[in-house]
């Protein structure tokens, strides 16, 4: 069977300029992979940038960026926050809820009334609705316009809202579920019980690049390693962990080893560590990926991860990755790379961290290794192909 010719995507953000999310990059990119392929391709989101305030800074209406047909739409204004947090901390908690209190925290969850009624109205001239990721009320309903149509891309992680059964509901009805790894299909499996013909794996292609192993230091004076983390930092992302476990680290070692970041977020270091971190906030892509090639490791504190962009990146600027084994995803890209080590606790930090400052040949493999799985298993082409077959079921 072809692949539907005109298609609508739908994200609470559009990634653009310093709006940055890895659910929103993965929409944003299959977009134009659609759009390359000749598909007829709308991208309808949100007026808001800022993942904290869902605030409206994007005029309303439609814009052509890079090749994709955009359409903005007003966040909705009449949020009760206050019973939106009261369920969302209940269920943070792990404590069961009324299915009345998950409709409570998803009908004030982030919506758009005004991106709802377009899909109600015209949703019928979209072959295939993909719709992602799954944690917003506009995600939920969405899906629900037309499930018959809807292509779910949940960027699904082992949590308790995972086990809402507004969501179950919404899982067993979307037409396709596209996952972004086998581990995060296998957690769905486990969760709703759907059919693996129903859940295709997809994933995102990484672009090949060539990286600057010495620029990233000699460009900002440093003379001693350093290990790079690239994202938001948040405690979702484990980023107070990798404060704390580097902080421990360079005690109990006496090693000189400093911190880079790229992203956005606030940060909370160790009055000891705080001289040693090298803040850049958001940079270029070519600062990014040179920081990469010059690290001694990518270090990926986070167990919520359903893809893992910046750790594919980090592979193939040639880095090898040291990710938290809490993580199925970043543990089995690891594995199955052999690009990098993981951990569960301090000691195995420790160990896999000063493994990688005293052998520098196994630290070069690993990177390469990394590297050769990025172009083999995430060149755009392929991911292409694996998206125009999804869409096609």
């Not at 409206?56 to 047909?69: A, F, K, L, Q, Y």
């Not at 269920?91 to 009324?98: E, L, M, N, P, Y």
């Not at 037409?175 to 997809?202: C, H, Q, W, Y």
Request: hydrophobic fraction near 40%; glycine fraction near 8%.
């Amino acid at each position: 069977m072809p692949p539907p010719r005109k298609i609508a995507f739908v994200s609470p953000r559009f990634p653009e300029g310093a709006t940055i999310g890895g659910a929103e990059t993965l929409l944003r990119t299959l977009a134009g992979y659609a759009v390359a392929a000749g598909l007829d391709v709308t991208f309808l989101t949100t007026c808001a940038r800022n993942h904290f305030t869902w605030a409206n800074e994007v005029p309303p209406g439609t814009r052509t960026i890079d090749g994709i047909r955009v359409h903005f739409f007003p966040v909705d204004s009449d949020r009760d926050i206050e019973s939106f947090l009261r369920v969302q901390e209940r269920i943070s908690r792990g404590t069961k809820v009324t299915l009345d209190d998950e409709m409570l925290w998803l009908k004030n969850n982030v919506n758009s009334a005004a991106l709802i009624n377009h899909l109600k109205t015209e949703g019928a001239t979209y072959e295939r609705i993909i719709i992602g990721p799954y944690l917003f009320g506009l995600t939920y309903f969405a899906a629900a316009v037309d499930p018959r149509r809807t292509v779910l891309v949940p960027c699904l992680h082992d949590e308790a809202f995972a086990y809402l059964e507004s969501f179950a509901s919404m899982f067993r009805d979307a037409r396709t579920i596209m996952f972004n790894s086998a581990p995060e299909r296998d957690l769905a499996a486990r969760l709703f019980g759907e059919p693996m013909e129903k859940m295709p794996v997809v994933g995102m292609g990484i672009p090949p690049f060539d990286a600057a192993p010495d620029a990233f230091a000699r460009q900002n004076k440093l003379t001693t390693p350093y290990v790079i983390y690239s994202g938001r930092r948040e405690p979702l992302k484990g980023t107070p962990l990798l404060l704390a476990y580097l902080d421990t680290f360079r005690q109990r070692t006496q090693r000189q080893i400093k911190l880079v970041l790229t992203g956005s977020g606030q940060i909370e270091p160790p009055p000891s560590l705080a001289p040693h971190i090298v803040d850049l906030g958001f940079v270029d892509e070519p600062t990014k990926r040179n920081a990469m090639a010059g690290a001694l490791a990518f270090c990926h504190p986070s167990v919520n991860e359903s893809f893992g962009i910046v750790l594919l990146e980090s592979f193939m600027a040639g880095t090898p990755g040291l990710v938290h084994a809490g993580s199925a995803v970043l543990q089995h890209q690891c594995r199955a790379s052999n690009g990098g080590l993981w951990f569960r606790n301090y000691p195995e930090f420790e160990e896999s961290l000063s493994l990688l400052c005293d052998q520098p040949d196994l630290r070069r493999a690993l990177g390469a290794a990394g590297r050769r799985y990025v172009q083999s298993e995430f060149a755009p082409p392929r991911i292409t192909e694996k998206l125009l077959t999804a869409l096609a079921g």
